[in-house]
C-alpha cells in the first residue's frame, strides 16, 4: 500500500483485522508532519460503513460529532438564507477531526514513514516492483495506489494527470474561537456557515478544541497568487479581503482574524477515469478518482480500501488478480456517479448566479 492516508489506511485495518500482514509506505517521517486539515463528515453507507468493516465504528461513534452537521447559509449582507441544525438522534454525516481518524485507523497498524516512493513498475508476470526515492527496490504481490492527487503509482496504470477546475481555495485558520473571537464563534455555530455571491464563496467549518477552518473559494487563473509572496500572510489577507469587497463586516472579519493561508487550486482527474486492467497494481481515493472537496472523496476512499481489502481476503490463495479486476469494475462505476455529483455541485456552488448554491443545498439538505 501507497500511502498511509484514508484510503490505505482502511486497506490496512481491515486486512489487519482478518490476519493479514500489509505494506504501508509513506512518504511523509511521521503522522503528524503535516497539518491534518479540516473535518469530515462519514456518510452511513460510505464511510461509516468502511469503520464497521474495519471494526471501529463504535470507536468513530464515541469521538465524531453529530452536532458538527449543522449548516447555516447567509446572504453576503449577513442575512440567514437557510439554518440546518441535526436533531438528537440524526447521525447520517457526523463529523470527525481527520487527526481523530487517523489515529483510530492507526491503531495496531506499523506504517513505514519516511518511505517515499518515486515510481511503480508492473512485472512481467505479475506482482510490481516499487522503486523507492533513496535507490532501494522492493517487489509485492499487489501495488496499491493510495498516494492522492500526484499520485507516483498512477503512472503505472494511467497516464492521465489531473487538470485545474477554474477554483482556487485559500484556507486559513482562526484559533480558540470562542475564548479571543466569541461573535465569529456564534456565526460559525456548532458545524459550518456558507455564504454564495458571484463566482466566489465563503465557508466556515468549526472543528474540535475551539478550532475553525475557513475557507476563500472563486474562480482566478491557476497562477492567480504568481504575484505575492504565498508566505506573507498579510499580502494574502489584502488581497482576499479586496476580492470580498462589500461582503458583511462580520464575514470579512474571518478572513481579517485568519493565522496563516495555504493556496488550495482544486484539481480534478476525468469524471470517468478508468485504465485499462494492470496485473499487480491498483489504486483506490484520490489517485483513482480525484474529484472536488465536496464531501465525497474521503468518504469514497475509505470504502474502496475496505472494499478492496475484503476482496483480498476472499480471494485467499486462488484469483487475486481477478477479485481485483472485479473490484476496480464496482469502484469505477460508483466512482464515476459521484465525480459527475461533485464536478456539478462545483460549477453551481461557485458560480455567476448565487441562487445556484442555495438550489444544491435545498436538495441535498433542506431547511427545517
Given at each position: 500500500?501507497?500511502?498511509?492516508?484514508p484510503a490505505g489506511l482502511a486497506f490496512a485495518r481491515v486486512l489487519h483485522r482478518h490476519g493479514h500482514l500489509v505494506a504501508v509506505l509513506e512518504r511523509?517521517?511521521?503522522p503528524d508532519a503535516r497539518p491534518t486539515g479540516g473535518m469530515l463528515d462519514l456518510h452511513e453507507g460510505l464511510g461509516q460503513l468502511a469503520m464497521d468493516k474495519a471494526g471501529l465504528l463504535a470507536d468513530f461513534q464515541a469521538v465524531s460529532r453529530p452536532e458538527g452537521q449543522a449548516m447555516r447559509i447567509l446572504d453576503t449582507d449577513g442575512t440567514v438564507?437557510?439554518?440546518?441544525?441535526?436533531?438528537?438522534?440524526?447521525r447520517a454525516n457526523p463529523e470527525i477531526d481527520?487527526?481523530?481518524?487517523?489515529?483510530?485507523?492507526l491503531g495496531p497498524l506499523d506504517v513505514r514513514w519516511g518511505?517515499?516512493?518515486?515510481?511503480?513498475?508492473?512485472g512481467a508476470g505479475g506482482g510490481a516492483r516499487v522503486h523507492f526515492e533513496d535507490g532501494r527496490q522492493e517487489t509485492f504481490d499487489l501495488v496499491v495506489g493510495a498516494d492522492g492527487?500526484?499520485?507516483?503509482?498512477?503512472?503505472?496504470?494511467?497516464?492521465?494527470?489531473?487538470?485545474?477546475?477554474?477554483v482556487t481555495a485559500i484556507e486559513t485558520s482562526l484559533d480558540d474561537i470562542d475564548t479571543r473571537h466569541p461573535g465569529l464563534a456564534r456565526l460559525v455555530g456548532d458545524g459550518s456557515v456558507a455564504v454564495y455571491g458571484v463566482n466566489r464563496a465563503l465557508v466556515a467549518q468549526r472543528n474540535s478544541g475551539g478550532h475553525v477552518k475557513v475557507y476563500a473559494q472563486f474562480r482566478a487563473p491557476r497562477d492567480w497568487l504568481t504575484h505575492l509572496d504565498a508566505a506573507d500572510a498579510e499580502a494574502v489577507r489584502s488581497s482576499l479581503l479586496t476580492l470580498f469587497d462589500g461582503w458583511t463586516v462580520p464575514l470579512l472579519d474571518l478572513l481579517r482574524h485568519g493565522t496563516a493561508f495555504v493556496h488550495r487550486p482544486l484539481h480534478v482527474l476525468p469524471v470517468a477515469h478508468t485504465w485499462t486492467h494492470v496485473p499487480g497494481?491498483?489504486?483506490?481515493?484520490?489517485?483513482?478518482?480525484?474529484?472536488?472537496?465536496?464531501?465525497?472523496?474521503?468518504?469514497?476512499?475509505?470504502?474502496?480500501?475496505?472494499?478492496?481489502?475484503?476482496?483480498?481476503?476472499?480471494?485467499?490463495?486462488?484469483?487475486?488478480?481477478?477479485?481485483?479486476?472485479?473490484?476496480?469494475?464496482?469502484?469505477?462505476t460508483r466512482a464515476e456517479r459521484w465525480a459527475r455529483i461533485t464536478a456539478d455541485g462545483l460549477?453551481?456552488?461557485?458560480?455567476?448566479?448565487?441562487a445556484e448554491a442555495l438550489a444544491v443545498f435545498d436538495r441535498v439538505q433542506p431547511s427545517r
Open positions: 500500500m501507497v500511502g498511509a492516508g511523509d517521517p511521521g438564507l437557510r439554518d440546518w441544525r441535526p436533531g438528537p438522534d440524526d481527520r487527526g481523530q481518524l487517523r489515529d483510530l485507523l518511505q517515499g516512493v518515486a515510481k511503480v513498475v508492473p492527487a500526484w499520485s507516483r503509482t498512477r503512472p503505472a496504470v494511467s497516464a492521465v494527470t489531473p487538470h485545474y477546475t477554474g497494481v491498483t489504486l483506490v481515493g484520490d489517485a483513482a478518482h480525484l474529484m472536488p472537496p465536496l464531501g465525497a472523496g474521503a468518504n469514497l476512499a475509505l470504502l474502496e480500501g475496505a472494499e478492496l481489502a475484503e476482496a483480498v481476503v476472499a480471494a485467499g490463495d486462488g484469483d487475486l488478480d481477478g477479485a481485483v479486476r472485479a473490484f476496480e469494475e464496482r469502484m469505477w460549477q453551481r456552488l461557485v458560480s455567476p448566479d448565487p
